[in-house]
């Protein structure tokens, strides 16, 4: 399988905003944006004219697939799925990528971020509703239980995430046991619920062409 292994920080300068790939480092002076917010590359310090409407468009879906850590052909597949779907398709979307397992153990803050959560998962460190759960892209719904496994409950890296989640916008869908180390999905979210700083009709307008 295909994995982006170069420095996550570049593709936050990419997109000109932070997207909380590095964990606790991205609410420090390390930040890269807070150091040099600039493109990568030799010509990163160069004046650039304006974006085009499909450049904008672009920039919103690399942000995207970005920030939720899944690569193009996934990302695709989401897309025909919410415009098969009933509702408004770029909310659709922003739903599939947000019920992910590892975007859920990611936001209940038994992860730094995203891609350790991925990881976490694939290990086998969470249970889903009492049984081990190690697909990183499976869809929790409402009423789902999520928990770390009992023998992962003194991970360095748990605990850690688990210190650093006060950093985080609160998740009124998700509600979290900090002691038991466990957290349940109240509702399924409706797109003022998700604080992802994405225009979703940006993608849609590009993969509709």
């Known amino acids: ?6 420095p996550v920080c570049r593709l936050c300068r990419r997109e ?7 964990g606790d480092r991205c609410f420090t002076e390390k930040c890269a944006i807070e150091r040099r917010n600039v493109v990568p590359g030799q010509h990163g310090m160069l004046r650039r004219r304006a974006a085009s409407e499909y450049g904008m468009q672009l920039r919103e879906k690399q942000k995207t697939k970005r920030t939720y850590g899944t ?14 779907s009933k509702g408004v398709t770029g909310e659709n979307l922003l739903l599939a990528l947000e019920t992910r397992l590892d975007n859920i153990v990611y936001r209940l803050g038994f992860a730094p971020n995203r891609n350790t959560a991925r990881q976490l998962v694939r290990h086998g460190h969470f249970l889903l509703n009492g049984k081990k759960a190690s697909i990183p892209s499976i869809h929790v719904k ?5 928990e770390v496994a009992e023998a992962s409950r003194s991970l ?3 605990q850690a995430a688990m210190a650093g989640a ?5 998740i009124e869908w998700l509600s979290v046991d900090k002691v038991k180390l466990a957290g349940r999905v109240l509702s399924t ?3 003022t619920q998700i ?3 994405v225009n979703e009709q940006l993608i849609v307008e590009l993969y509709s062409k």
Request: hydrophobic letters at 40%; a positive charge; zero cysteines.
């Open 142 to 146: 409402a009423g789902d239980v999520i």
């Open 156 to 158: 360095a890296i748990v």
């Open 71 to 84: 690569l193009e052909k996934k990302f695709r597949r989401y897309f025909e799925e919410a415009a098969a």
């Open 16 to 22: 000109h905003e932070k997207l909380f790939l590095k």
């Open 189 to 191: 979210p409706v797109r």
């Open 166 to 170: 006060s950093r985080r916008p609160e």
């Open 195 to 197: 604080p992802t700083p």
């Open 1 to 6: 399988m295909a994995v982006y292994r170069g």
